[in-house]
């Protein structure tokens, strides 16, 4: 039957915390065999193994932050997601976070700091960070504004706060409107999904400085349109292997090299494919082909998590894989409380 809002929202939460969960094993391999996938995912149907097993990382740790600020400033305040930011990272340093933005996430700790957005700025010689660290975590920025200009304004700034080259930006902005187009049943139409999204994005990459960093960057001209012309052609292809989407549309920690991958992989899974298994559903398959592409895997899983769990709602996720993730049951609390937020507005 039709998915309701409020499963949607569970869903694009808790699946985020799936994909980085699941992916954590895999994150920074280059050669992932779709098998071991295979393996590690039906290991967690063994009930044996105890609940929260599978750790969550830095994505999720950020995603939660986001989530909280928002509800409790009830809107986007940046000091407030800030100072959350830097709080998660004192309490918990060790969740794997980017070898870069535990500058900023130290500096914005200290009390003294008056521009929050400072620091960010400091990043790599002062271009800022193209990481994917701000798309990671965009997801709850989709479910807590009403129309798709606020999620692109607030996803921005929001990721601003530890990545402030636009392409580390652009790729938070490009990721929260995919959660929010997803969250509208968009995806029933899937071309029309990635054409919203190409029209979106080439608003967003005519800004100046989106075109002087791509020159600078030596990249296309509009780069995240580029790559989803890239998403678009590979969904016209009747046969499309692992190493041609690497290739295409990268696995890496760049923003640019994860998310257009991420919105392929829930793109490709719409229908079954050939290596998955028959009796899984659209958000399984999201989940294994997201981990089967190797390279920055948790990220990637969960950014495509997002997306796919917006769609399919949280009822298509596995009980035994949702409770072998720690941080799901808080997961859905939150987006419970960002569904009360939305439709309140
Ligand atoms: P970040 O801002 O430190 O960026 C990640 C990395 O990208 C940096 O450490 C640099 O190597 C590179 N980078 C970014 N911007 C530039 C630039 N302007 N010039 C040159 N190099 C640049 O951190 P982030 O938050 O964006 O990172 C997110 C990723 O880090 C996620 O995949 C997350 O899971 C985590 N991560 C963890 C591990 C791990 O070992 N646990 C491995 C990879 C990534
Ligand atoms: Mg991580
Ligand atoms: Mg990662």
Redesign the pocket.
């Known amino acids: 039957g039709p998915v309701s809002l409020l499963s949607r929202f569970h869903g694009a939460l808790v699946a985020a915390v799936l994909g ?1 969960c699941v992916g ?1 094993e895999f ?2 391999a280059q050669d992932v065999p779709l098998e071991r996938v295979l393996q590690h995912l039906s290991g967690l149907e063994d009930d044996t193994r105890g609940d929260g097993i599978l750790q969550y ?3 999720t740790a ?1 995603m939660r932050c986001v989530a909280q600020s928002l509800l409790t400033r009830m809107g986007f305040d940046e000091q407030d997601m800030a100072r959350s930011f830097a709080k998660e990272y004192s309490l918990a340093p060790g969740r ?7 500058q ?1 996430l130290r500096k914005l700790a200290s009390p003294q700091l008056s521009d929050v957005f400072q620091p960010a700025r400091a ?3 002062g ?8 798309a ?1 975590r965009a997801a709850p920025f989709a479910l807590a504004f009403r129309n798709a200009a606020d999620v692109k304004k607030y996803a921005r700034f929001g990721a601003m706060l ?2 402030s ?1 636009s392409l ?1 930006y652009n790729g938070a902005v490009l990721q929260a409107l995919a959660v929010y187009l997803s969250l509208q049943g968009e995806l029933s139409l899937p071309q029309k999904f990635i054409n919203r999204l190409i029209c979106e994005m080439e608003e967003v990459e005519k800004d100046e400085t989106a075109r002087s960093d791509a020159k600078v960057l030596n990249l296309d001209e509009f780069p995240f349109c580029a790559r989803l012309h890239r998403v678009k052609e590979l969904m016209e292809q009747n046969s499309v292997s692992i190493e041609e989407v690497i290739s295409e549309l990268g696995n890496g ?3 640019l090299e ?1 998310v257009p991958t991420a919105i392929f992989c829930v793109l490709h899974c719409l229908e079954p494919r050939e290596g998955l298994p028959e009796h899984y559903g659209g958000l399984e398959r999201t989940i294994a082909y997201s981990l089967a592409l190797g390279g ?1 895997t ?2 990637i899983a969960c950014m495509a998590g997002a997306i796919a769990g917006a769609h399919y709602g949280i009822s298509a996720i596995p009980q035994s894989w949702l409770i072998s993730c720690e941080g799901a049951e808080e997961a859905k609390h939150l987006a419970e409380r960002l569904y009360k937020l939305h439709i309140m507005q």
């Open positions: 980085d954590g994150e920074g990382s830095d994505d950020m794997g976070y980017g070898a870069g933005v535990i900023v990043q790599f010689g271009r800022g960070s193209f990481g994917n660290g701000g990671m530890t990545h080259c580390g920690i760049a923003a994860s920055d948790d990220t």
